[in-house]
């Protein structure tokens, strides 16, 4: 028996299948990841502040140096978000909420319509993302279950809630408004229009509830000005920006260029594969359009940072699996390098020396999934995703 065959029946082994088996580990990474940072966590100090900062109506985004470090970004609706997560001792809050990031993307891949082989390779393939990013206590991890909850619920029809769960995406990071491109593919279109609008009143309105008109409004304003700020503080972060905007703008060293020289030929990229209608009916053409959603909304953002990359390799994974057709020894050895190189690289089973002297000054980390992309690019513009059948023997 030669190593591939020990390799390929290890890996078919039916524990690595076993869905409580991966929701123990997927559980386990939150308490790990929420233990790891008892005594520091200021993202999450800065996530249960704005709650409090909402309910007594002072600024969202204003500097709390007695607090925490930084300043927040989220929308006014994330106050609400966290609410739960405030009004407890704060350890208590920090685990509750590594536990319900991790429990809201396993859950949207358990509900998803990804084959049962499509979601063990997700869970297996993005755990340490997910640790990565449960370690910054990241949003990212629920900005990805928000878009394929989205994805899927659109294909179930259930336009109304798909559009509940985009609006949150929207108002709470701005990420969620990639769940629009899904728009093309919902069988209710006016439907979900009329549910984006009321969801978009109803949450833009509600943390009204605990303040007043005035404050909410004027709080939107800021937060527009202080993600403009922030897009310019992040060109040349060591440990923001990490992304296709940040790798050409980080290893060319320029500031003289504007990054819509990337971004337009991106979106027109992206949006070149609408014009292929009749792959519409194809699950594996939308799953694709899904994939590149994933990765689009990272690689194309100056706010991406390490534990972003939890949106973009789930995205990556969803590429992988989805075809009809057998992938080559090209597409593996890319999803190797996307594992090697974006997912490893932040831990310390990487070396040290290649992360501070390449990876992170140059924003290497989105290399491997911007060639994902480019190649997904290439596919979905030139592929049939027409089900092949089974010849039979």
């Known amino acids: 028996m030669n190593l591939k065959s020990i390799v390929s029946g290890w890996l ?30 200021n993202n999450f100090l800065i996530y249960r502040g704005t709650f409090w900062h909402l309910w007594q109506q002072t600024s969202l985004f ?3 140096p007695k607090e925490y470090f930084d300043t927040n970004h989220y929308g006014p609706l994330f106050s609400l978000v966290v609410a739960p997560f405030a009004v407890v001792p704060e350890w208590i809050g920090l685990v509750l909420w590594c536990l319900m990031l991790t429990a809201a993307l396993y859950g949207a891949v358990r509900q998803s319509l990804l084959t049962d082989r499509q979601q063990v390779f997700v869970l297996w393939f993005c755990a340490h993302e ?15 279950a928000v878009l394929l909850l ?3 619920l659109i294909e179930q029809e259930r ?13 709470v990071k701005l990420y969620g408004v990639v769940g629009l491109a899904f728009f093309f593919f919902s069988k209710h279109k006016v439907r979900f229009a009329l549910a984006l609008a009321a969801w978009g009143v109803v949450l833009f309105c509600l943390p009204m509830a605990v303040s007043s008109p005035e404050y909410v409004i004027a709080q939107y304003g800021e937060w527009a000005s202080s993600l403009t700020g922030k897009n310019a503080d992040n060109m040349f972060a060591l440990h923001q920006n990490i992304s296709l905007l940040g790798l050409v703008r980080k290893v060319s060293g320029s500031e003289s260029y504007s990054d819509l020289w990337l971004i337009v030929p991106g979106l027109l990229l ?20 899904l994939a590149s959603v994933l990765m689009f909304v990272v690689l194309f953002s100056t706010g991406s940072e390490s534990s972003s990359y939890i949106i973009a390799l789930v995205g990556v994974v969803v590429w992988y699996t989805c075809v009809p057709w057998r992938r080559s020894a090209a597409d593996v050895a890319l999803l190797v390098l996307v594992f090697i190189l974006s997912s490893m690289s932040p831990s310390d089973l990487f070396p040290a020396y290649v992360r501070r002297t390449w990876v992170q000054p140059y ?25 092949k059948a089974v010849s039979k023997p």
């Open 12 to 41: 078919r082994h039916p524990m690595l299948r076993d869905y409580r088996l991966l929701a123990g580990l997927w559980m386990l990474l939150a308490l790990v990841a929420a233990a790891m940072k008892m005594h520091s966590h």
């Open 62 to 64: 204003a500097e709390y």
């Open 130 to 144: 997910l640790l990565t990013a449960l370690y910054m206590q990241q949003f990212n991890i629920a900005i990805a």
């Open 150 to 152: 989205a994805f899927f």
């Open 159 to 171: 336009d109304a809630t798909a559009a509940f769960f985009i609006v949150v995406g929207t108002l």
């Open 270 to 289: 992206f949006a070149a594969a609408y014009l292929r209608r009749s792959q519409y009916r194809h699950m594996a053409f939308r799953q694709t359009m």
């Open 363 to 387: 924003a290497l980390k989105a290399l491997p999934v911007v060639l994902v992309w480019i190649k997904l690019c290439y596919e979905i513009l030139t592929k049939d995703y027409a089900a």
